[in-house]
């Protein structure tokens, strides 16, 4: 089991910038996939910034890709997303989430509780 806990949401206006953090409960493999997910009001959960633990080459949906930025620190097992020129759209639940399995098509087991960010217009 492993546990995880976002932290960093907030609210912004547009342009803005806010950072998350999710940290793991315990060490995650090399290999799996963490990711960052987010669900808006009315609206099907989405993953949008993936990365393999161990790797420096993350997968960026089109609607976030030049804007957000995932990074990942092993050592503290914590998972980052930075995001710059925040948009009224990006208004969501933010939530990280553990694969151990492929970052496209895989089943994410963990999930954290999610941390709210509301872009203003």
């Known amino acids: 089991q492993v546990d995880l806990v976002e932290s960093g949401g907030g609210s912004v206006q547009a342009g803005g910038s806010l950072s998350l953090s999710c940290t793991a409960s315990?060490?995650?493999?090399?290999?799996?996939?963490v990711a960052w997910f987010r669900q808006a009001p009315g609206k099907e959960r989405e993953g949008f910034a993936f990365?393999?633990?161990?790797?420096?080459?993350?997968l960026y949906d089109d609607s976030v890709k030049g804007r957000f930025t995932i990074s990942q620190d092993i050592a503290k097992n914590t998972l980052y997303l930075q995001m710059n020129n925040l948009k009224p759209e990006d208004t969501a639940m933010y939530y990280c989430?553990?694969?151990?399995?492929?970052?496209?098509?895989?089943?994410?087991?963990?999930w954290g509780q999610g941390t709210q960010v509301t872009v203003s217009s």
């Open positions: 315990q060490y995650i493999s090399k290999m799996y996939c």
């Open positions: 989430a553990v694969s151990d399995q492929y970052c496209t098509g895989g089943i994410f087991k963990y």
């Open positions: 990365i393999y633990t161990g790797s420096d080459f993350p």
